[in-house]
């Protein structure tokens, strides 16, 4: 198939579209294009990586003490670090949660991989910062700052029945418990609706004896969800983003994980690693019945 398709749209991070056009940039590894019925998708084989340059302010919320970083392309990310509390597995879900739902056609500012030198830091003041740059010395990840983004507030901004049940979906998908009133973990950017901050997701990995019994269980926290009042069309979601997430898309975003983040996982190989999360999340859309009907009836329950 030719990209973009007659009548599609290409959807960059930094708020330009461009129809009937590919933008002949290395910026953007992965790109959707979505009109009213139907979404394809591409991706390469890794995501960028950028070398951080300069730390420039923390972001004190989030488990990997995330902050705001320039990188030597000259932009902005929000950088999550591997020497945070949860470790890479914090950065692993960031990354597999953050490129499905990419792959549903929702918005994801762009993943980068992010190194950081063992020099860097060493001028910080903060002895806190200066600890958890040095443990965090080699790949990280980081998601492209939007600059100027709100969060957002489910009391000013109404969200249309479609995109808020596929958001919902996903997170039964991927166990995100980090989507509530509370803590939204969802920006507006340009008025529209970008999702951030995957990493409490997938939390079998935290204890992976149990993990295929995990993968068949419905996702009973769904019922704090931020956005199941507007989610009427679980239905509807599920059947789109089942056949979006086939076994092959799966895999090749597993695939990206890399292997030096795979290394303290149970005494598995990062290869054995790989194919838990492959099964996880290949049994859990299998079973996309049980997590369905489970967000249907917590939202007649609420609504």
């Known amino acids: 198939m030719q990209y973009p398709p007659s009548g599609f749209q290409f ?16 910026m953007y590894v992965l790109f959707v294009y979505q009109r009213q019925v139907g979404y394809v998708w591409r991706v390469d084989k890794t995501l960028r990586t950028v070398q951080v340059t300069r730390y420039v302010t923390p972001l004190r919320e989030g488990g990997s003490l995330p902050a705001i970083a320039e990188a030597d392309d000259g932009f902005l990310y929000a950088l999550k670090f591997r020497g945070a509390g949860q470790g890479p597995k914090a950065l692993i879900a960031e990354l597999i949660g953050g490129e499905i ?15 950081l030198d063992e020099a860097f830091g060493r001028t910080e003041p903060d002895e806190e910062i200066q600890d958890l740059l040095r443990a965090s010395t080699g790949l990280n990840l980081a998601l492209h700052y939007l600059s100027g983004a709100i969060t957002f507030d489910p009391v000013v901004t109404a969200v249309d029945p479609a995109v808020a049940s596929r958001i919902v979906w996903l997170d039964c998908l991927i166990t995100n418990v980090d989507r ?3 803590n939204t973990n969802m920006l507006m950017w340009h008025k529209e609706l970008w999702l951030i901050d ?3 997701s997938l939390y079998f990995h935290h204890t992976w ?5 995990q993968a068949a269980k419905p996702f009973m926290q769904i019922k704090e969800h931020v956005l199941l009042p507007w989610a009427s069309a679980l239905d509807e979601a599920d059947a789109l983003s089942r056949s979006l997430l086939t076994a092959e898309r799966i895999g090749a975003i597993v695939d990206l994980v890399p292997d030096e983040w795979l290394v303290d996982m149970e005494g598995l190989s990062p290869q054995e690693a790989r194919a838990v999360y492959k099964a996880f999340l290949e049994i859990r859309i299998a079973g996309s019945a049980v997590f369905v009907k ?6 007649s329950s609420a609504v």
């Open 294 to 299: 489970e967000a249907q009836h917590a939202r």
């Open 198 to 200: 995957h990493g409490a």
């Open 209 to 213: 004896d149990n993990w295929r019994e």
């Open 11 to 26: 959807a960059r991070t930094d708020g330009y579209v461009l129809n009937g056009a590919l933008a002949k940039t290395e």
């Open 101 to 115: 739902a990419r792959t549903l056609g929702l918005r994801v500012p762009e993943i980068v991989f992010a190194q």
């Open 180 to 182: 509530t009133v509370r």
